[in-house]
Antibody, heavy 124, light 109 residues
Framework: EVQLVQSGAAVRKPGESLKISCKTSGYGISGYWIGWVRQMPGKSLEWMGIIYPDDFETRYSPSFRGQVTISVDKSIGTAYLQWRSLRASDSATYYC?????????????????WGQGTTVTVSS | EIVLAQSPGTLSLSPGERATLSCRASQSISSHFLAWYQQKPGQAPRLLIYGASSRATGIPDRFSGSGSGTDFTLTISRLEPEDFAVYYCQQYDSSPPYTFGQGTNLEIK
C-alpha cells in the first residue's frame, strides 16, 4: 500500500526552528513530485510547494517562498518541510502530498496520496 | 494567480438527494488540470476527480465531474451518509501556486 507517514505533532516558541518529515512507503520516492499543503484551523487548503527528488527541482508558492524550505533525502525516501524562525501564524496542520503527472507530458494534474497531517503549534 | 470560487459555501441536503457543487475559475483553465477532493473532519483530503471528469481509483460512480473553461461542477447523484464532508476544487493549469477553492461544506439537512 502506498503511504506517506508524517512526523508527529510539534510545539515550538516563536523564533524557533522546526523540520517536519514525510516518509514514503510502498513506492519509490523517485519519479513523483512531493510537496506540502497547509491548512489553518477551520480554513481551506493552501498549496505551499513541491520538490522533484530525481533532480531536486523545487517549485514554491510565492506566498511561501523564502519562508520555508522543502527538501528530500532520496536514500531514505523522506521529504521535509523546514522553518528557520517560526511565527504564531505558522500554527496549522501540514499535509505531505504526492503529486501525479500525465505520462504524455509530465504535467502535474492532482495529488493522489496524502499524509496523515502534522499539527504545528507555535506559541509563547 | 488563478482564484477558484466555490459555491455554495454550505449545502444542506438529505441522504438520497442529488448534490451539485460549483467551482468557478478567475480565468480559463484546461480541464486536464482541474481536480476535486473530499475532506472529512480530522482527516486528510482524498482525491475524487481529476482532469475535471475522471474518477480516481476506488471512487464510486455516484461521483461525477464536468465542465470546461471557467466553470466546473462536481455532482453526487444520490447522497450516502458518508458523503457529507467538505469538498475542494484545485487547479494545476498555471505555474505555481496550484490554488484550491475555499471549499463547499456539504451537510445533512
Amino acid at each position: 500500500e502506498v503511504q506517506l507517514v508524517q512526523s508527529g505533532a510539534a510545539v515550538r516558541k516563536p523564533g524557533e526552528s522546526l523540520k517536519i518529515s514525510c516518509k514514503t512507503s510502498g513506492y519509490g520516492i523517485s519519479g513523483y513530485w512531493i510537496g506540502w499543503v497547509r491548512q489553518m484551523p477551520g480554513k481551506s487548503l493552501e498549496w505551499m510547494g513541491i520538490i522533484y527528488p530525481d533532480d531536486f527541482e523545487t517549485r514554491y508558492s510565492p506566498s511561501f517562498r523564502g519562508q520555508v524550505t522543502i527538501s528530500v533525502d532520496k536514500s531514505i525516501g523522506t521529504a521535509y518541510l523546514q522553518w528557520r524562525s517560526l511565527r504564531a501564524s505558522d500554527s496549522a496542520t501540514y499535509y505531505c502530498a504526492r503529486h501525479v503527472t500525465y505520462d504524455s507530458n509530465g504535467y502535474i494534474y492532482a495529488v493522489d496520496v496524502w499524509g496523515q497531517g502534522t499539527t504545528v503549534t507555535v506559541s509563547s | 494567480e488563478i482564484v477558484l470560487a466555490q459555491s455554495p459555501g454550505t449545502l444542506s441536503l438529505s441522504p438520497g438527494e442529488r448534490a451539485t457543487l460549483s467551482c468557478r475559475a478567475s480565468q480559463s483553465i484546461s480541464s486536464h488540470f482541474l481536480a476535486w477532493y473530499q475532506q472529512k473532519p480530522g482527516q486528510a483530503p482524498r482525491l475524487l476527480i481529476y482532469g475535471a471528469s475522471s474518477r480516481a481509483t476506488g471512487i464510486p460512480d455516484r461521483f461525477s465531474g464536468s465542465g470546461s473553461g471557467t466553470d466546473f461542477t462536481l455532482t453526487i447523484s444520490r447522497l450516502e451518509p458518508e458523503d457529507f464532508a467538505v469538498y475542494y476544487c484545485q487547479q494545476y493549469d498555471s505555474s505555481p501556486p496550484y490554488t484550491f477553492g475555499q471549499g463547499t461544506n456539504l451537510e445533512i439537512k
